[in-house]
């Protein structure tokens, strides 16, 4: 077989746009149930449970909407109602199935009937569409930006207050020879590029070179 060796730019003019849809299956399944909701001045625990009793999945992801939370600051929310919790069977359809009037309370005290009456009682502008659009896009990065910030900072003075130990080797970086206090800007950099990965105890292991946890190169 003959072989063909392309040039860059032939490459480069071939290259086409991949169309990609949102909406999957449990995406139908969130607005039906959204368009299904009736509107009302005010709801309560019924509607609430209405709705989890319908698809709890599906009602996990409408409620999450009502109160603008990500999955991760959702279930951490949940965490936090029922960290007394004496049931202590976690935060999903489980624990929602063994006790369903406590799990809708603690929903309603995270302010969920007040939300869903604010959003179905709002008038509609063509500038919220445009708002939700950006917050969607470029804030989720923000959010997402302003996280790892808050961890970098957050690791960086556990980092400072034990360095003074002779065992603890915070290793410096040539890269980072310009900034002053170079290794902890240093761990600042590495920590960076693991900061959604890796859960907060074990970057604190990882930074600070504990035996099981190597320095991340």
């Known amino acids: 077989m003959k072989r063909y060796r ?5 490459i480069v003019t071939s290259l086409i746009p ?16 959204i368009q299904a909701l009736p509107t009302k001045q005010s709801y309560d625990a019924g509607d609430v449970m209405a709705m989890l009793n319908t698809d709890y999945e599906t009602a996990f992801t409408v409620i999450r909407l009502f109160l603008d939370q ?12 029922f960290k007394n919790d004496e049931i202590n ?11 369903k009037a406590s799990y809708t309370e603690a929903l309603i005290k995270l ?21 939700e659009r950006l917050k969607g896009g470029r804030g989720s990065a923000i959010k997402g930006q302003t996280r790892g910030r808050g961890m970098e900072d957050f690791v960086e003075k556990i980092v ?19 900034y002053e206090d170079s290794r902890i800007r240093c761990v ?16 604190v292991s990882i930074l600070l070179d504990l035996p099981g946890a190597p320095f991340y190169r």
């Open 6 to 10: 392309q040039t860059f730019e032939e």
């Open 18 to 33: 991949v169309e990609a849809s949102w909406l999957d299956d449990h995406a139908e399944e969130v607005i039906k149930m």
């Open 70 to 81: 990500s999955k991760d600051e959702f279930i951490l929310s949940l965490k936090e109602s």
């Open 89 to 99: 069977k976690g935060t999903g359809v489980t624990r929602y199935r063994l006790d």
């Open 111 to 131: 302010g969920l009937t007040e939300k869903m009456a604010g959003v179905v009682n709002r008038p509609l502008l063509w500038s919220d569409v445009l708002v």
């Open 160 to 178: 400072r207050s034990v360095r003074k130990f002779p065992h603890i080797d915070v290793r410096e970086c040539q890269d980072c020879a310009d």
């Open 188 to 203: 600042k950099v590495k920590l960076a590029a693991f900061a959604r990965n890796i859960n907060p105890i074990s970057k």
